[in-house]
């Protein structure tokens, strides 16, 4: 069993920066892929970023390509996601998920590919 728990978020003036943190508890964190997703009012949740079990592939959707930076610390269980040169349209409730297969080499960029969840953290971008 795997419990992700977001932190990070807040209220931020366009152009700035927020470091988004998850912190895994569990000992399968280190062997597992994990990846960020937002919700927006009113919209579907998307995929943000993933990277692989060992850090060594990442991938990013295309709207947050080149401001966004997602990294993991297996020796400390976080995985963190930095946001830069924030746009308003980047306000949605961000999660952290972590895969439930051990290893998979690639990077999960749907939903349904991960089997843990944090509770979310808000980010609220102003224009």
């Known amino acids: 069993q795997l419990q992700l728990t977001e932190s990070g978020g807040g209220l931020v003036q366009a152009g700035g920066s927020l470091r988004l943190s998850c912190a895994a508890s569990?000992?399968?964190?280190?062997?597992?892929?994990m990846g960020w997703f937002r919700q927006a009012p009113g919209k579907e949740r998307e995929f943000v970023a993933g990277?692989?079990?060992?850090?060594?592939?990442?991938d990013y959707a295309s709207s947050v390509w080149g401001r966004f930076i997602i990294s993991r610390d297996n020796a400390q269980n976080t995985g963190d996601l930095q946001m830069n040169s924030l746009k308003p349209e980047d306000t949605a409730v961000y999660y952290c998920?972590?895969?439930?297969?051990?290893?998979?080499?690639?990077?999960?960029?749907?939903?349904?590919?991960?089997?843990?969840w944090g509770q979310g953290t808000q980010v609220t971008v102003s224009s």
């Open positions: 990277i692989n079990w060992n850090g060594g592939s990442t």
């Open positions: 569990g000992l399968t964190f280190g062997s597992v892929a």
């Open positions: 998920a972590a895969d439930g297969r051990a290893y998979r080499a690639v990077v999960l960029t749907v939903s349904e590919g991960y089997r843990y």
